[in-house]
């Protein structure tokens, strides 16, 4: 028995009703980000055990899909939705000027971590166009400011930078 | 030893009395519609507000949940159940409304008011049934597959129950049909597929249910990606359990023990109540060992996505299941040969099954009444962009596209129907020139090289630029490649630079001929994420080609949204908000003080902040063509 370290037993803990062969590596991989926010190497290695898979099998659906991540998240993600009606309605340059506030890309965040900008997938709340979600990880905040223009993101974006809270910025 | 039905007639019992209890009840009700586009508008806000009041006051009312009905554009929905059994629906509500809805309820206030909407249940003098508005004018007088969305709370089995759920499944099991009578009714019915393909469901599932060995697997497609498309989270929000019947009448019917529901990331309310319907079917007998005290087993499982677009390609689902990549496998061997553990699978998309209760328990003849030779029944679809009331709602297939045009309010003041986006980023862009030729079924769309696909709508406006929806979708399809064929990677990438570069200013004749060479070799890919990623381009290549040619040539966008063929200037330096849009500006591209303010068009990203604060002094125009070198070589 190899001597383990605390967070690998940690994570070992976390996965442990998960089986080979039984369609459960995504929800491992979810179990794990929801617990850390992100799926470090070392965890991507517990859950390979745990599945009876090689580690490089779950690096690669790591790497697959859209939500897992390899890094922390930032506190506050400002989720840009990509969806047709919001484009409609000057989507594009609310995107730039989102980023352009933050100086960063998009899926990138802020030096200090503070805001991040994720491309987001439409979810049918189209009435509502063009819109971003706000998520903070602290509160598990996940909430849609709509009806937006250009002007109103770049003033959102600042006030996170400059450190509001989700909740101070959905109240406007 | 009960028989399926007799022990469904004892759920259905007690549920009746708890739903009876719940249509009448003894003091007033309030009930807000909780469902994913509810929540956006700031539902849970309403429902607080009310409940805080109700305390505040101890007022004799009570507090519940529903789906909201289709009306998205009026959300937050609420609706007030009086003691006779009246239901009224209002929206939008917003928390600072919540003292009138409780006026209401309690009779403070009378029932009339700004906000109704309509009757959802009986009758009040002065207010019109739901059934009667325009929105709702193409919908059958009675849903079919929508039948209790918005009528009961979706996280109440026994509220399922008692409108009917699990009631064919429990007769069918009774063997009143045998597995092979319900394929014989489905083929009967012509339900096809409503991911979009229209593939008959009844044959797939003759294909699972002669399959070799005995573990057979029925999968459910809730990976719903298409952008503009949500009619499949509305049922699972919505009403949950018909959802479940469907996979469980599919499982009898092909000697199916396991079954997963693959549902997107991006739906966690869905996720959510379909695990919580899963457990509560458990718990009735329904789902899990020997259900229904039958000989039958079978064990659902909601797995969640994690942000993949090919996943909704039925074997890219399969293998994301199975602990891989998403990746679509190479068809032959299809799922019915090897599926989910290289199992015989059968994979139907959400309203697909859900539409097989229905068919169970009315018939194919009673199913084929509505809908068109070529398509029976009923689908929901779900409209958005610029018209004037978004939502869903369930019509008959073959109804014509105008008039859906029409039940949606029309286009919003002042703007123009330019184009129809249909199926997704897989699918179509027509022209709106087309609609009187279109009807709500696959056929006239095939007829101009266009897909209606699973059920999403979106109308854009005057104020779009094809090129930019263009590059939108290209961009889509490249990123959600899989990664697998050359063709499709590298093709969309082809696609997706021709785009970006002529919403740069640099649109070039001969794209137009490369765009189709990409899309010959598109055609190459394995899977019909490579094979469709090149219609949008060439419908808008065939319908929009002036647009093509204005960009390349004429160096113009006439929609004014392409940045390197726009520019932003200041018009007017007197105007007091100059002084705001210079704040808001994210690249400070705007300079100077008062009066003698300078916009470095350099600098500017064309984002449109500036105007949005200042829409009288500062003006978003045509850049004016820049003298044109002749090069010599």
């Known amino acids: 028995m190899p001597l383990e370290t605390e967070s690998r037993a940690q994570i070992r803990a976390l996965v442990s009703e998960f089986r080979p062969n039984h369609g459960d590596l995504l929800a491992a991989l979810h179990r794990v980000q929801h617990e850390y926010g992100y799926i470090s190497r070392e965890a991507m290695e517990v859950v390979a055990e745990q599945l009876h898979l090689f580690a490089a099998q779950v690096y690669g659906a790591v790497s697959y899909y859209e939500e897992f991540r390899f890094e922390p998240p930032a506190a506050v993600d400002i989720r840009w939705c990509s969806g047709p009606a919001c484009r409609g309605r000057n989507g594009g340059g609310i995107r730039d000027a989102i980023l352009a506030t933050l100086g960063v890309e998009m899926d990138g965040q802020t030096e200090d971590g503070r805001v991040g900008v994720r491309l987001g997938q439409c979810i049918g709340t189209c009435e509502l166009a063009p819109q971003v979600w706000i998520e903070e990880r602290a509160t598990h905040t996940n909430e849609i400011i709509g009806d937006l223009n250009a002007a109103k993101a770049v003033k959102i974006a600042r006030a996170l930078r400059d450190g509001a809270s989700a909740a101070e910025v959905l109240r406007g | ?633």
């Open chain 2, 1 to 633: 030893m009960a028989s399926p039905l007799e022990r469904y007639e004892v759920l259905r019992a007690e549920a009746d009395a708890v739903y009876a209890a719940w249509r009448t009840p003894e003091r007033p009700r309030i009930d807000v519609a909780i469902d994913t586009s509810s929540l956006a508008n700031g539902a849970r806000e309403t429902r607080a507000a009310i409940a805080a009041l109700v305390e505040q006051r101890n007022d004799a009312v009570d507090l519940g949940q529903t789906h909201g009905y289709g009306m998205q554009w009026c959300h937050p929905l609420v609706t007030v159940t009086f003691t006779d059994g009246a239901s009224m629906v209002y929206g939008p509500v917003t928390a600072d409304q919540a003292g009138l809805i409780v006026d209401i309820a309690t009779g403070r206030a009378p029932a009339v008011s700004a906000l109704a909407i309509g009757m959802l249940v009986g009758e009040r003098p002065g207010i019109p049934s739901l059934r009667d508005h325009p929105f709702f004018a193409l919908e059958p007088r009675e849903r079919r597959v929508a039948k209790r969305i918005g009528l009961i709370d979706p996280e109440n089995i026994q509220h399922a129950i008692a409108t009917g759920a699990y009631h064919a499944a429990a007769r069918m099991l009774d063997r009143h049909q045998t597995p092979e009578q319900v394929r014989q009714e489905l083929i009967g019915s012509a339900l096809g597929g409503r991911g979009g393909g229209n593939f008959p469901a009844g044959t797939k599932w003759n294909f699972l249910a002669t399959a070799p060995g005995d573990e057979h697997y029925v999968i459910c497609n809730a990976d719903e990606g298409d952008p503009g498309a949500w009619v499949n989270r509305v049922i699972m929000e919505g009403d949950p359990h018909l959802l479940l019947e469907g996979l469980l009448i599919a499982a009898a019917a092909t000697g199916s023990k396991g079954g997963f529901i693959y549902i997107r990331d991006e739906y966690p309310l869905a996720i959510a109540r379909m695990e919580q319907a899963v457990r509560d079917a458990e718990a009735a007998g329904f789902l899990g060992d020997g259900l229904m005290g039958t000989a039958l087993d079978l064990e659902l499982r909601v797995i969640r996505g994690a942000g993949a677009y090919v996943c909704g390609e039925e074997t890219g689902l399969i293998n994301s299941i199975q602990d891989s990549r998403g990746m679509p496998r190479v068809k032959p061997p299809f799922p019915a040969g090897s599926g989910v553990f290289w199992k015989p699978s059968n994979v139907n998309n959400v309203e697909t099954y859900a539409n097989a209760p229905l068919v169970v328990e009315h018939g194919s003849d009673w199913y084929i009444q509505y809908g068109t030779e070529r398509m029976r029944g009923t689908r929901l679809f779900s409209f958005s962009g610029d018209i004037q009331r978004v939502g869903f709602m369930e019509i008959p297939f073959g109804v014509p596209l105008a008039g859906v045009i029409e039940a949606c309010g029309g286009m919003l003041p002042g703007l123009e129907l330019k184009a129809i986006q249909s199926g997704g980023p897989l699918g179509s862009m027509l022209p709106a020139s087309e609609v009187p030729n279109l009807t709500m079924e696959n056929a006239p769309f095939a007829a101009l090289d266009a897909l209606m696909g699973g059920g999403g709508i979106v109308f854009f406006s005057n104020r779009v630029c094809t090129i930019h929806m263009a590059e939108m979708f290209a961009q889509f399809v490249e990123e959600e490649s899989c990664g697998r064929c050359t063709t499709c990677h590298g093709g969309n990438q082809r696609q997706t630079e021709i785009f970006r570069r002529t919403i740069a200013g640099d649109g070039r004749r001969e794209d137009r001929h490369n765009l189709a060479l990409v899309d010959r070799t598109l055609q190459f890919s394995n899977c019909v994420h490579g094979q469709f990623s090149p219609k949008i381009v060439r419908n808008t290549l065939r319908f929009f080609s002036e647009e093509y040619d204005r960009h390349a040539s004429g160096r113009t966008c006439d929609a004014l949204e392409c940045e390197g063929l726009i520019r932003f200037r200041i018009t007017n330096q007197d105007d007091p908000l100059l002084a705001e849009a210079q704040d808001i500006c994210p690249v400070a591209a705007i300079t100077g003080t008062p009066g003698n303010r300078a916009l470095n068009e350099a600098t500017c990203i064309r984002c449109g902040a500036c105007t949005d604060v200042a829409p009288n002094a500062i003006v978003r125009e045509a850049k004016p063509a820049a003298p044109r070198v002749l090069a010599l070589s």
